[in-house]
């Protein structure tokens, strides 16, 4: 069992940035492939990038802005955000699981309850 706790959210404003933590209980927390998801009013909640051991992907729209890291000694995983938008404003969630190409929700299996994070034009 894993149970995941974001921190880190907050107001900001556009081309402003913002570290989210996903902080994991478990001693076997570096196995897992760690994704960060995120869900804004109205929307389905939609992929962001994910961390399998040192491997990192990014989507789209993120890619270049979003950095993900992990730090098992602490057995947490970070969101750098950089150059927000005001189109990042969003839930984040951060979940874990086995799957090392995981893209989608089912392929996780723990979840966080998300972060808040809300960007001003």
């Known amino acids: 069992q894993v149970q995941l706790v974001e921190s880190g959210g907050g107001l900001v404003q556009a081309g402003g940035s913002l570290r989210l933590s996903c902080a994991a209980s478990?001693?076997?927390?570096?196995?897992?492939?760690v994704g960060w998801f995120r869900q804004a009013p109205g929307k389905e909640r939609e992929f962001v990038g994910r961390?399998?051991?040192?491997?990192?992907y990014y989507v789209d729209s993120v890619k270049g802005r979003f950095t993900i890291s992990r730090d098992n000694a602490k057995n947490t995983v970070y969101l750098q955000m950089n150059s927000l938008k005001p189109e990042d404003t969003a839930v984040y969630h951060c979940?874990?699981?086995?799957?090392?190409?995981?893209?989608?929700?089912?392929?996780?299996?723990?979840w966080g309850r998300g972060t808040q994070v809300t960007v001003s034009s």
């Open positions: 478990g001693r076997t927390f570096n196995m897992y492939t």
């Open positions: 961390i399998s051991g040192d491997n990192t």
């Open positions: 979940a874990a699981g086995f799957r090392v190409r995981g893209v989608r929700e089912t392929d996780y299996d723990y």
